[in-house]
């Protein structure tokens, strides 16, 4: 059978009577569209950051569009984020009309580089968004005193990162909002698709309240301003409700996994990854390094072993995004190592006869016998 680097069934055999259960509530409780079980998932999970408010929405793309236009980012305004990261974080902001400026990531931790973020800001900038790629938090401090002084907010995509801490803080605890994805390979994964966005302001929150129920406010039928069928559907609700209070077992389950693989790998060409003083990484994907990228996956393939790329090519190159004016040569970082990552497979319930499998392949085709 061929190795893959992410797979739900084993969970899913551990978990299936909870979630089946959970299933069963929403049918049973006669309320389809939001109603309790996405009203509780919204409280707990606001509860688990410590943060006054959370909505419910269909995925982590809708989470980042909600999110930019209720903290009042619109057409031609400039947001500064990475190109390092799911084509999901930059096609949110193009798609409200906003601009991305891109900032090179660091070679180390593959982060933004938040010592280059002053130089991008200009008087159109109206939102920082850092993203908390593969699960460990950007230098929110000094980021977070750059947008002070520039009098805007920090978005954080938390996508990647759901129970990543710094300095002992919750990652989407540090701006003004964040957005999260349930997406199913996610940290804290759906069944299906779902996102969610936490804030800190009430009036961000009934603006994201607004604009995911059609732009409707206290009086249905009634639209203020347009917004989109964008409700967090109840069934993926009451899971997420379930798997929240397994959030820091997943956490940890993907910990000892890294942990195994820096302690099998460590001696190899491969460059493995690195955590960052005061980080906790959740390790949403697994991402080693080395020059000879493709031959490793090509030899790879003849044992069986199919490996992902997180991700092969920059946003700011892709065709769908010329219109940005970026090209090869702008983001020498994120270019280059675009050409070297591949990611190992990484769940919370990854069995070890297959992170074995793995190690073992991956020594021989790197000659660490
Ligand atoms: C997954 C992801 C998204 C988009 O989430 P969806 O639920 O797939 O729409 C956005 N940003 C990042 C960094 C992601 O990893």
Redesign the pocket.
């Known amino acids: 059978m061929t190795t893959r680097v992410w797979d739900y069934l084993p969970e899913y055999a551990e978990e299936s009577e909870d979630i089946l259960d959970a299933v069963r509530t929403v049918f049973e409780s006669g309320q389809l569209i939001l109603g309790p079980s996405v009203a509780g998932f919204e409280e707990e999970f606001a509860a688990y950051h410590g943060m006054p408010h959370c909505v419910g929405v269909d995925?982590?793309?809708?989470a980042?569009v909600l999110g930019l236009r209720a903290l009042g980012v619109g057409p031609g305004d400039e947001v500064v984020t990475v190109s390092n990261?799911?084509a999901?974080?930059v096609i949110a902001i193009d798609q409200i009309g906003a601009v991305p400026r891109f900032v090179d990531v660091r070679e180390d931790d593959y982060l933004m580089d938040v010592g280059a973020v002053r130089d991008a800001i200009t008087e159109r900038t109206k939102c920082l968004l850092p993203?908390h790629?593969y699960g460990q938090c950007v230098d929110m401090a000094p980021l977070r005193a750059v947008a002070d002084e520039a009098g805007i907010p920090v978005f954080e995509?938390c996508?990647?990162a759901h129970g990543a801490r710094q300095d002992g803080r919750l990652a989407g605890t540090f701006g003004d909002a964040a957005a999260f994805?349930?997406?199913p390979t996610?940290v804290l994964g759906a069944y299906g698709?779902g996102?969610a966005t936490i804030s800190a302001r009430p009036e961000t929150d009934a603006a994201l309240r607004r604009l995911r129920f059609y732009g409707m406010e206290d009086v249905y039928y009634v639209v203020e301003t347009p917004g989109y069928n964008a409700r967090l559907d109840a069934v993926q609700a009451e899971i997420l409700r379930r798997k929240l209070t397994r959030l820091d077992s997943y956490t940890e389950g993907r910990r000892a996994v890294a942990a195994r693989y820096a302690e099998a790998l460590g001696d190899t060409e491969l460059v493995l990854p690195t955590v960052n003083p005061g980080n906790e990484h959740v390790h949403y994907v697994y991402v080693v390094r080395h020059p000879e990228r493709d031959r490793i996956l090509t030899a790879l393939k003849a044992h069986d072993i199919a490996l992902n790329i997180s991700y092969p090519w920059p946003v700011h190159t892709m065709k769908g995004f010329a219109h940005l004016g970026y090209g090869a040569g702008d983001l020498p970082v994120t270019e280059k190592l675009a050409g070297e990552i591949f990611s190992l497979p990484m769940y919370p319930s990854l069995p070890t006869s297959v992170q074995d499998r793995v190690i073992a392949a991956l020594r021989e085709v790197l000659g660490a016998g």
């Open positions: 995925n982590g793309t809708n980042i990261t799911a999901p974080t993203v790629l995509d996508a990647q994805s349930f997406y996610k698709d996102g």
